[in-house]
């Protein structure tokens, strides 16, 4: 196991140390991407059986059950699990990872992941979604991220030294490279879709939201309280963020793609 597989298996298991703050910072997801997800069904939402694939703490659950869903939250981390349970204690939550799912063959119409497809071995995950899923059922992942575009968050991308969430300029190099043939035959070609989602947000949020990212988690505490002190400083020194509340601009990066 090379360096680069330690580093991504750290970073993937580190979020239950963070699961109230992820929780309660951790941006939401546009209703218009979660539909555009399940689109091709060509049925509403309410009613359709939906896997939330590495669920966390529940942020795309919530919504799928708010929209009549018959959602089931699949998470490995006891911690992220257990908060889930908290905040839905009515939803079915299972303690599994993507690559064994305990559902039965064909027992849903769609599978949902919201910034965690990247986190999942998929030699071993996509059978298993494929295994899940009934015939022409869809697979749909969510991420994430500032919109760099902006020059105020790419600033804030620099000053962050890699703490802030990915910029839209990553996610799409990263959506590409999951759209490009990372499911295989059995599935559809991916398209792929973006739709805004503006974060309201003070320095203090902002900053607590990044302290549930993987790379700042795994940080030694002197270097993170360095990179966090330095935020602060950037957004005091910003006239778009140093009066109180203020808009983030969001991006939300979307794929889909159907079992054949």
């Known amino acids: 196991m090379g360096a680069d597989t330690d580093e991504w298996v750290r970073r993937g298991s580190s979020f239950g140390a963070a699961a109230a703050a992820y929780a309660e910072h951790r941006p939401d997801y546009p209703l218009d991407a979660v539909r555009w997800c399940v689109a091709p069904l060509g049925r509403d939402i309410a009613g359709l059986r939906v896997l939330d694939l590495g669920a966390g703490t529940g942020k795309l659950t919530a ?12 998470e490995p981390d006891a911690a992220m699990l ?13 303690d599994a990872p993507a690559e064994a799912i305990p559902l039965p063959d064909g027992s849903v119409d769609a599978v949902l992941c919201a910034q965690s497809l990247h986190w999942f071995d998929l030699s071993r995950a996509v059978p298993e979604i494929a295994r899940v899923l009934t015939a022409g059922g869809v697979l749909g992942a969510l991420w994430n991220s500032d919109d760099d575009r902006v020059p105020w968050v790419a600033g804030l991308r620099d000053a962050a030294e890699g703490a802030a969430a990915p910029t839209v300029t990553q996610r799409r190099a990263e959506a590409a490279h999951f759209a490009a043939d990372q499911f295989g035959p059995r599935f559809t070609p991916a398209e792929r879709a973006e739709f805004a989602n503006v974060q309201r947000r003070t320095a203090d949020s902002l900053v607590a939201l990044m302290t549930t990212h993987s790379n700042v988690l795994v940080m030694p505490p002197a270097e993170r309280d360095r990179v966090l002190a330095q935020v602060r400083r950037y957004l005091a020194s910003r006239p778009e963020t140093s009066t109180g509340a203020f808009d983030l601009p969001m991006v939300t990066a979307a794929l889909r793609t159907a079992l054949r």
């Open 63 to 74: 919504l799928l059950a708010r929209l009549g869903a018959d959602v089931t939250a699949v």
């Open 82 to 94: 257990a908060e889930l349970r908290r905040l839905l204690p009515s939803v079915r939550a299972l």
